[in-house]
């Protein structure tokens, strides 16, 4: 049974920092990122890794303030996040790929195969 798990979120003000969390289990991974979703918008990409190379990318909208970190397990995940605005206020989900994953879609939702549940982060002005 494949499981996504978050944690970390909660109410901070601006400026602040705030790490995020995520594990999954169940599955041999090839890549995992980041995604927010604010109200009233559509699941934005936020960050991702790929296993096969080591690839990083970041949005252009947090690039400079978040960086997404690998922990020392096979699927573990980390969002830093530096300088929090109001803006980043948002629930923010961990996604998990089994495909094949190529640089240019690891920002595409139908990428990533398994989701968590989501974790809110809201920042105060």
């Known amino acids: 049974q494949v499981q996504v798990e978050e944690s970390g979120g909660g109410l901070v003000q601006s400026g602040a920092s705030l790490r995020l969390s995520c594990s999954a289990s169940g599955r041999t991974f090839t890549g995992m990122a980041w995604f927010r979703q604010a109200p009233g918008k559509e699941r934005e990409f936020v960050a991702a890794?790929?296993?096969?190379?080591?690839?990083?990318i970041i949005s252009n909208s947090v690039k400079g303030r978040f960086a997404i970190l690998r922990d020392n397990s096979e699927n573990g995940v980390y969002l830093q996040m530096n300088g929090v605005r109001p803006e980043d206020t948002a629930i923010y989900y961990c996604?998990?790929?089994?495909?094949?994953?190529?640089?240019?879609?690891?920002?595409?939702?139908?990428?990533?195969?398994?989701w968590g549940q989501g974790t809110q982060v809201t920042v105060s002005s």
């Open positions: 890794f790929r296993r096969r190379g080591g690839n990083t």
């Open positions: 996604a998990a790929s089994t495909q094949s994953m190529i640089v240019s879609a690891l920002s595409s939702l139908y990428t990533y195969d398994y």
